[in-house]
């Protein structure tokens, strides 16, 4: 008979198996202009933005940053990756070729995180100061990179390409539009995620894209950006956002800050809530810019580690407003995959009651905690989805048994409610 501590324990396997084969929401696509899951019902995704790749005061660590913050935010259903292109030496088209595998390697690294911790993730090709970035140069880079991460993750619903951060003054039909379709078309070979293309003037001149949308084919799951700095920008911008949605164009904030456009000066959370409400009003997702220790009003942690963990008494002002937010917001409950996993029951186990104590048993991620992502990644492994190097295997075998399978996943999930105390 199951009981309703068992009962809980086969909630959380059923939740992990599902998530095995799919992200929350599945295959995301547009419906009615509007994000919309894979039943076509519309959702939000709600996360930070790094503020980018390598640097010291922003770089993420793969296998702590995004678990560790969704810990920290369980309402949290995505995040943005933002790699900078030319960036005081720092940007993906000032690196050499070795260094730009490097950078690749990371993004990958992080994306995997965020399939682990069962998020969506963005992955932004952070345009800004470029002295040129409609260059053919960087038409044959920024194709090339996206077509390796499509391809690299062809199986996976949970990655969004986000392809010119923030494109300056240019026309969007005879500079923005061209660009994009290049990139689409590489994308489209191996992908039909959805993808955000940045507007004129800093994401600023959505309304352009009125009556200009790409064309169907390529067109097709194409959302386009709006950013926002609460103390800099008010209510005209967010007319042109709804002029935007009344035309027809799918808009998302993929970037937005509670301060000054300088990333840096006064808070207005006054016009942050306005503008979220907005956002909510229209089931506009969104992605608060930053999570990062830089020492600026806009960085979500004042003091700590970019690795974690954190509490809220690591936060700035603006990160604690919000995780607030986030923490308010009634979460869309993930769908039921598409071709979902039958369950099989698994052999019942018979853990010894051996405290878990300063070793790395269940801790298969080494972050320093044992919760339902180990057992997620233990399943990963198991169904092939990830390879050995991925985790720590000399902490996964959790029973002692020799073998790495559901068992372990099983066991760890049990120690997480509290069912068992520790392991063999």
Known sequence: MINKKNFLVLLLLAGMLISLFGAPYGDL?????????????????????????????????????????????????????????????FGYMEQNASGKENYRNRIKALINDAIAANIYVVVDWHILNDKDPWSNNYYNESRAFFEDIAQTFSDSDNILFELCNEPKQVSFTGTIKPYAEHVLAGIRKYSDNIVIVGTPTWSQDIDQVVGNKISSNLGRGVMYALHFYAATHYQWLRDKGQNALNGGVPVMLSEWGTVSASGDGSIDLGNSGT???????????????????????????????LSGPWSSGNLSQSGQWVLNRLNSWNTPPPVVNETPTP?????????????????????????????????????????????????????ANVNCDGNINIVDALLIAQYYVGLINGFC
């Open 29 to 89: 696509q547009i419906v009615n202009n509007t994000l919309s899951d894979v039943n076509g019902k519309a959702i939000q995704l709600k996360g930070w933005s790094q503020l980018d790749l390598m640097q010291a005061d922003t770089a993420w660590v793969p296998g702590s940053t995004i678990p560790n913050l969704k810990a920290l935010c369980p309402n949290l259903n995505a995040v943005r990756l933002a790699m900078y292109t030319e960036e005081f030496g």
């Open 275 to 305: 503008w979220m409400d907005w956002a909510d009003q229209h089931n506009i997702s969104w992605f608060n810019w930053s999570w990062s220790v830089r020492r600026e009003s806009s960085a979500s942690i004042s003091n700590g580690s």
């Open 343 to 395: 369950y099989v029951e698994p052999p019942t186990p018979t853990p010894t009651a051996t405290a878990y104590v300063n070793n790395c048993q269940g801790d298969v991620n080494r972050n320093g905690t044992v919760d339902i992502v180990d057992a997620l990644q233990i399943a990963r492994y198991y169904v092939g989805l990830i390879q050995p190097e991925e985790i720590d295997l000399n902490c």
